[in-house]
């Protein structure tokens, strides 16, 4: 087993799993995770510097706020359940191509 080197990094181990196959759910956690971050820090700015407010203003900026959190939510979700699960084998046979 590899130890992994904190001096190097790269983006493919970032995205890939333990067998060097790119895992979906590690890049879309991942991304998932930076849009809820900048949806939120946006909002927030919005709500902080908006002159003008009003009741439907306030109620808009508050969907999107805690949408933004529901969104880091599951994101950080799946990247917890894709770092502690385990590696599935795959078959390889030709039996299974069609």
């Known amino acids: 087993m590899n130890k ?17 196959r790119t895992s979906p759910g590690r890049v879309v ?11 939120f820090g946006i909002s927030s700015l919005e709500a902080v510097f908006t002159k003008i407010t009003t009741d439907q203003t306030n109620i808009i900026l508050t969907t999107i706020t805690m949408q933004s959190v529901a969104l880091f939510t599951v994101s950080a979700a799946l ?8 590696d599935k084998d795959v078959d390889s046979s030709s039996e299974n191509i069609t």
Do not use: A, M, Q, Y
Request: with cysteine.
């Open 29 to 39: 956690g991942f991304f998932g995770c930076v849009v809820s971050i900048l949806v």
């Open 79 to 86: 990247l917890g359940i894709r770092r502690f699960t385990k």
């Open 4 to 20: 992994l080197d904190i001096h190097k990094f790269s983006w493919s181990e970032l995205f890939n799993d333990s067998k060097g």
